[in-house]
Protein backbone atom coordinates (compact mmCIF):
# COMPACT_ATOMS: atom_id res chain seq x y z
CA UNK A 1 0.00 0.00 0.00
CA UNK A 2 1.20 3.12 -0.55
CA UNK A 3 1.79 5.17 2.46
CA UNK A 4 0.32 8.17 1.22
CA UNK A 5 -3.21 6.31 1.14
CA UNK A 6 -2.97 5.68 4.50
CA UNK A 7 -6.07 6.20 7.00
CA UNK A 8 -7.70 7.96 3.62
CA UNK A 9 -11.63 7.90 3.87
CA UNK A 10 -13.25 7.36 1.26
CA UNK A 11 -16.54 9.19 1.02
CA UNK A 12 -19.63 7.06 -0.25
CA UNK A 13 -23.18 9.17 -0.70
CA UNK A 14 -26.22 7.84 0.52
CA UNK A 15 -28.79 10.79 -0.93
CA UNK A 16 -32.48 10.17 -0.13
CA UNK A 17 -36.02 11.43 -0.09
CA UNK A 18 -38.24 10.14 2.98
CA UNK A 19 -41.44 11.67 3.39
CA UNK A 20 -42.80 8.74 6.58
CA UNK A 21 -39.56 7.40 7.27
CA UNK A 22 -39.44 3.83 5.55
CA UNK A 23 -36.62 4.73 2.95
CA UNK A 24 -34.82 7.16 5.46
CA UNK A 25 -34.48 3.90 7.70
CA UNK A 26 -33.15 1.97 4.49
CA UNK A 27 -30.52 4.53 3.73
CA UNK A 28 -29.30 4.22 7.59
CA UNK A 29 -29.38 0.23 6.71
CA UNK A 30 -27.18 0.95 3.33
CA UNK A 31 -25.17 3.27 5.19
CA UNK A 32 -24.25 0.69 7.74
CA UNK A 33 -23.38 -1.26 5.02
CA UNK A 34 -20.95 1.34 3.41
CA UNK A 35 -19.55 1.64 7.02
CA UNK A 36 -18.53 -1.88 7.09
CA UNK A 37 -16.07 -1.34 4.62
CA UNK A 38 -12.31 -0.65 5.95
CA UNK A 39 -11.62 2.52 4.07
CA UNK A 40 -15.64 3.59 3.66
CA UNK A 41 -17.68 6.30 5.41
CA UNK A 42 -21.33 6.83 4.23
CA UNK A 43 -22.40 10.28 4.34
CA UNK A 44 -26.20 10.32 4.47
CA UNK A 45 -27.86 13.36 3.16
CA UNK A 46 -31.39 13.99 1.96
CA UNK A 47 -32.91 16.71 0.08
CA UNK A 48 -35.92 19.10 1.13
CA UNK A 49 -39.66 18.60 -0.31
CA UNK A 50 -40.76 20.62 -3.23
CA UNK A 51 -44.16 23.17 -3.09
CA UNK A 52 -46.88 24.54 -5.33
CA UNK A 53 -46.41 27.32 -3.60
CA UNK A 54 -43.79 29.56 -4.72
CA UNK A 55 -43.08 31.58 -1.87
CA UNK A 56 -42.56 28.51 0.72
CA UNK A 57 -39.02 27.59 1.02
CA UNK A 58 -37.31 24.73 3.48
CA UNK A 59 -35.61 25.57 6.54
CA UNK A 60 -31.62 25.69 5.80
CA UNK A 61 -30.91 22.79 8.21
CA UNK A 62 -33.84 19.80 8.37
CA UNK A 63 -35.80 19.29 11.54
CA UNK A 64 -34.51 16.18 11.74
CA UNK A 65 -32.52 13.52 9.97
CA UNK A 66 -29.71 13.72 7.77
CA UNK A 67 -28.37 17.47 6.37
CA UNK A 68 -29.56 18.85 3.01
CA UNK A 69 -27.54 17.55 0.48
CA UNK A 70 -24.60 19.96 -1.68
CA UNK A 71 -23.11 19.69 -4.97
CA UNK A 72 -19.70 19.35 -3.53
CA UNK A 73 -21.35 15.98 -1.97
CA UNK A 74 -21.57 15.19 -5.46
CA UNK A 75 -18.08 16.55 -6.39
CA UNK A 76 -16.57 14.35 -3.00
CA UNK A 77 -17.96 11.15 -3.47
CA UNK A 78 -16.50 8.37 -4.99
CA UNK A 79 -19.73 6.27 -4.91
CA UNK A 80 -23.83 7.27 -4.50
CA UNK A 81 -26.41 5.28 -3.59
CA UNK A 82 -29.73 6.71 -4.45
CA UNK A 83 -33.10 6.64 -2.77
CA UNK A 84 -36.49 7.89 -3.16
CA UNK A 85 -40.39 6.47 -2.16
CA UNK A 86 -42.57 5.79 -5.14
CA UNK A 87 -44.43 8.52 -6.44
CA UNK A 88 -46.84 6.42 -9.40
CA UNK A 89 -44.21 4.26 -10.19
CA UNK A 90 -41.27 6.97 -10.19
CA UNK A 91 -39.19 8.79 -8.00
CA UNK A 92 -40.00 11.27 -5.70
CA UNK A 93 -40.99 15.15 -7.29
CA UNK A 94 -38.23 16.37 -4.42
CA UNK A 95 -35.47 14.13 -5.52
CA UNK A 96 -36.09 15.08 -9.46
CA UNK A 97 -36.20 18.27 -8.43
CA UNK A 98 -32.66 18.62 -7.20
CA UNK A 99 -30.87 15.57 -10.27
CA UNK A 100 -32.84 18.78 -12.64
CA UNK A 101 -30.62 21.18 -10.81
CA UNK A 102 -27.43 19.32 -11.67
CA UNK A 103 -26.63 20.17 -15.20
CA UNK A 104 -23.19 22.22 -13.52
CA UNK A 105 -22.10 18.56 -12.79
CA UNK A 106 -23.36 17.14 -16.28
CA UNK A 107 -21.40 19.15 -17.99
CA UNK A 108 -18.35 18.53 -15.63
CA UNK A 109 -18.27 14.97 -15.56
CA UNK A 110 -17.86 15.10 -11.89
CA UNK A 111 -20.20 11.71 -11.44
CA UNK A 112 -18.55 10.25 -15.02
CA UNK A 113 -17.25 6.44 -13.75
CA UNK A 114 -18.18 6.41 -10.29
CA UNK A 115 -20.32 3.25 -9.04
CA UNK A 116 -23.96 4.01 -8.57
CA UNK A 117 -27.01 1.97 -6.75
CA UNK A 118 -30.79 2.88 -5.63
CA UNK A 119 -32.78 1.97 -3.60
CA UNK A 120 -36.94 2.47 -2.90
CA UNK A 121 -39.90 1.59 -0.62
CA UNK A 122 -43.46 1.44 -1.29
CA UNK A 123 -46.98 1.89 0.31
CA UNK A 124 -47.77 -1.22 -1.03
CA UNK A 125 -46.10 -4.59 -2.08
CA UNK A 126 -46.60 -3.95 -6.46
CA UNK A 127 -46.60 -0.11 -5.96
CA UNK A 128 -44.06 0.40 -8.42
CA UNK A 129 -41.17 -0.88 -6.52
CA UNK A 130 -38.91 -1.59 -9.74
CA UNK A 131 -40.25 0.96 -12.56
CA UNK A 132 -39.42 3.48 -9.57
CA UNK A 133 -35.27 2.10 -9.11
CA UNK A 134 -35.46 2.50 -12.81
CA UNK A 135 -36.62 5.80 -12.97
CA UNK A 136 -33.59 6.99 -10.66
CA UNK A 137 -31.16 4.84 -12.63
CA UNK A 138 -32.34 7.33 -15.51
CA UNK A 139 -29.96 10.14 -14.73
CA UNK A 140 -27.47 8.38 -13.35
CA UNK A 141 -26.51 6.93 -16.78
CA UNK A 142 -26.98 10.55 -18.39
CA UNK A 143 -23.98 11.28 -15.55
CA UNK A 144 -21.69 9.00 -16.65
CA UNK A 145 -22.36 6.51 -13.34
CA UNK A 146 -21.73 2.81 -13.58
CA UNK A 147 -24.67 1.18 -12.02
CA UNK A 148 -24.77 -1.80 -9.62
CA UNK A 149 -27.51 -4.03 -8.64
CA UNK A 150 -27.76 -7.10 -6.04
CA UNK A 151 -26.94 -10.22 -7.45
CA UNK A 152 -28.39 -13.78 -7.28
CA UNK A 153 -25.41 -15.21 -5.02
CA UNK A 154 -27.68 -13.28 -2.14
CA UNK A 155 -30.67 -15.81 -1.28
CA UNK A 156 -32.92 -13.32 0.18
CA UNK A 157 -33.20 -12.29 -3.34
CA UNK A 158 -35.31 -15.99 -3.63
CA UNK A 159 -36.78 -15.69 -0.14
CA UNK A 160 -38.26 -11.81 0.23
CA UNK A 161 -41.82 -11.26 -0.25
CA UNK A 162 -41.52 -7.98 1.50
CA UNK A 163 -38.82 -6.07 -0.79
CA UNK A 164 -35.70 -6.64 -2.71
CA UNK A 165 -34.94 -6.97 -6.29
CA UNK A 166 -31.56 -7.51 -8.75
CA UNK A 167 -32.46 -3.67 -9.24
CA UNK A 168 -31.83 -2.42 -6.13
CA UNK A 169 -33.11 -2.82 -2.40
CA UNK A 170 -36.70 -2.05 -1.26
CA UNK A 171 -38.81 -2.27 1.33
CA UNK A 172 -43.25 -2.66 1.38
CA UNK A 173 -43.66 0.00 3.89
CA UNK A 174 -47.75 0.32 4.45
CA UNK A 175 -49.78 2.99 3.79
CA UNK A 176 -48.77 4.46 6.74
CA UNK A 177 -45.25 3.61 7.06
CA UNK A 178 -46.28 0.98 9.65
CA UNK A 179 -44.56 -2.17 8.14
CA UNK A 180 -41.30 -3.05 9.79
CA UNK A 181 -38.34 -3.77 7.40
CA UNK A 182 -38.29 -7.83 6.83
CA UNK A 183 -34.97 -9.65 7.77
CA UNK A 184 -34.34 -10.57 4.14
CA UNK A 185 -34.82 -6.53 3.25
CA UNK A 186 -32.20 -5.20 5.93
CA UNK A 187 -29.75 -8.33 4.63
CA UNK A 188 -30.24 -7.04 1.06
CA UNK A 189 -29.72 -2.89 2.25
CA UNK A 190 -26.81 -4.01 4.13
CA UNK A 191 -25.15 -6.32 1.50
CA UNK A 192 -26.00 -3.79 -1.79
CA UNK A 193 -24.19 -0.49 0.67
CA UNK A 194 -21.26 -3.33 1.40
CA UNK A 195 -20.87 -3.91 -2.55
CA UNK A 196 -21.16 -0.19 -3.08
CA UNK A 197 -18.10 0.65 -1.03
CA UNK A 198 -16.00 -2.10 -1.85
CA UNK A 199 -16.83 -1.83 -6.02
CA UNK A 200 -15.36 1.71 -5.10
CA UNK A 201 -12.67 1.51 -3.64
CA UNK A 202 -11.60 -1.13 -6.51
CA UNK A 203 -12.15 1.60 -8.64
CA UNK A 204 -10.55 4.16 -6.67
CA UNK A 205 -7.56 2.95 -4.50
CA UNK A 206 -6.55 6.19 -4.26
CA UNK A 207 -9.45 7.45 -2.89
CA UNK A 208 -11.74 10.65 -4.06
CA UNK A 209 -11.01 12.94 -6.99
Known sequence: MNSSNINVITPILVLYYS???STRKLAELIGQGIDSVP???ARLRTVPAVSTVTEACAPDIPAEGAPYVELADLQECAGLAL????????????????WDGTSTEWLAGTLAGKPACVFTSTGSLHGGQESTLMS???PLLHHGMLIMGLPYTLPELMTTASGGSPYGASHWSGMNGSHPISAESRTLAIAQGRR???????LNPAGPR
Open 19 to 21: RHG
Open 39 to 41: GCE
Open 83 to 98: GSPTRFGNMAAAMKYF
Open 136 to 138: MMT
Open 196 to 202: LAATALK
